[in-house]
């Protein structure tokens, strides 16, 4: 029975570890659950400025999660509904009352310039294998934005649960620079629902608000609803003001859902009753109005974590800071490598350097007299010359040499030397460097 015991507490744990990290909770660093990261990553895979169907962006996508179709699917048109990152074609269903979207090979989908431009970069990405070994995927997405207060998310794992609320994107921004020029920071959520709020006990993301519907009364005989509460339906809605109207909590004589793009519920009152006096009634008796907790857990360095948005926002700052002076680094390196070839390219073709080999019989022969025609210009030349160095200069085709245009190289030249003392300075003041970068995507995608 011990080793029973042992045995069911190993296999719980297990079980326990793997629903925390690997399926229910988002990880800090892109803010995404596991399925969420493998569809934008077989979507970056696929791109080619194109829409694909959504069967084969899952079908695809199974390559890396392991849990079947339907849950890819399901996935993808909640993250399309976003708005952020997926580009939709087709009926992806309706936020707003609920309705389902099409089948997976009726819908399109595609890459959103956003997603491609702040998620993901390859060579400063940490890559595992899939769950079969035949794949490559992500640890996480290099994100420079607040992907996870963009997104919101919601999850419940063994002992514990998370419900992160969306936030503005551009709001996000706005507090992602204010972090960076150590000014105070105040977020709160924004709904694509739309709604009213009442964020006095929002905690920073760790307590509660309250949500109501958004009620136009001017009209004293009926009442128009034009905006939902945030996780509410019109189909909800309506079923729980039919509810309230059966209990005689409110009294109504009819209501008609005229949604489409934007909601509209005609609520039509009973003889007798005016539309002021009935508002309190349908926010106390009906889903116009709910509570909603909320519970910022996310997993950092590998271990559940509860965090507040503001540490959140501090979070995304420094990694934007990171990400950004990797890739000036990983550019810096690729210009200098770059510069050093043109530089042997040049001198090699203006000295006539080709010529010395002409009579030299051996491999060996040639690349020394290579050498040896280099060496006067290694003032000129800013790293040691290697024997790839040579091999690249000797396999140069006779009619470019002869087509070499000096001025044109020389601009050339000139431009990688003035790009690269801008990437010194760019790295000598990275903090202004990313408040810049994060200012361009607000004035690209604030409308």
């Known amino acids: 029975m011990a080793y029973l015991n042992n045995l069911y507490d190993l296999n719980f744990l297990e079980y326990a570890s793997y629903v925390i990290k690997d399926r229910a909770i988002p990880h800090i660093n892109d803010g995404l659950k596991p399925v969420q990261r493998r569809i934008l990553h077989t979507l970056w895979e696929m791109d080619d400025g194109k829409f694909h169907k959504v069967a084969n962006v899952v079908g695809q996508c199974m390559r890396y999660h392991p849990h079947g179709d339907a849950s890819i699917g399901d996935a993808l048109v909640t993250l399309a509904n976003k708005d952020l990152f997926l580009d939709k074609q087709g009926n992806f269903g309706n936020i707003f009352t609920g309705d389902p979207a099409s089948a997976v090979r009726y819908i399109e989908t595609r890459l959103m310039p956003l997603a491609k431009e702040a998620l993901f970069n390859p060579q400063i990405t940490q890559y595992v294998e899939s769950y079969d070994g035949r794949n490559k995927e992500p640890v996480t997405l290099p994100a420079k934005i607040p992907v996870l207060l963009a997104l919101g998310s919601e999850g419940i794992a063994v002992g514990m649960a998370t419900k992160i609320l969306p936030h503005n994107m551009i709001e996000l921004l706005e507090a992602e620079i204010a972090c960076l020029q150590n000014e105070q920071l105040l977020l709160f959520p924004d709904f694509p629902t739309g709604g009213l709020a009442d964020v006095s006990e929002y905690n920073d993301g760790n307590g509660k608000i309250l949500v109501r519907a958004k009620l136009d009364t001017s009209d004293p005989k009926r009442i128009i609803i034009r905006e939902i509460p945030f996780g509410a339906t019109t189909e909800s809605l309506i079923s729980s003001i039919e509810s309230a109207a059966k209990k005689g909590k409110i009294k109504i004589s009819g209501i008609s859902d005229y949604t489409a793009e934007n909601v509209e519920i005609e609520v039509r009152l009973a003889r007798g009753v005016h539309s002021e006096e009935t508002v309190d009634a349908l926010y106390a008796f009906t889903e116009c109005e709910s509570s909603i907790s909320v519970n910022l857990v996310v997993i950092k360095d590998d271990k559940p974590v509860q965090m507040s948005v503001t540490d959140v926002i501090r979070h995304y700052a420094n990694q934007l800071v990171e990400i950004l002076t990797a890739e000036l680094k990983l550019e810096d390196g690729e210009l ?95 903090i202004d460097y990313s408040v810049g970068f994060l200012e361009k995507l607000i004035d690209k995608y604030k409308n």
């Open 336 to 430: 200098k490598d770059k510069l050093h070839a043109r530089t042997l390219e040049q001198i090699f073709i203006e000295n006539r350097i080709y010529k010395k080999i002409e009579e030299k019989t051996t491999a060996e022969a040639v690349a020394a007299a290579v050498f040896d025609g280099l060496k006067p210009f290694h003032n000129e030349i800013k790293r040691e010359v290697t024997a790839e160095d040579v091999d690249t200069l000797l396999k140069i085709p006779i009619r470019r040499i002869s087509l070499y245009d000096i001025n044109k190289a020389k601009k050339e030249m000139q431009e990688i030397r003035n790009r690269l003392k801008e990437i010194r300075e760019s790295l000598a003041n990275i």
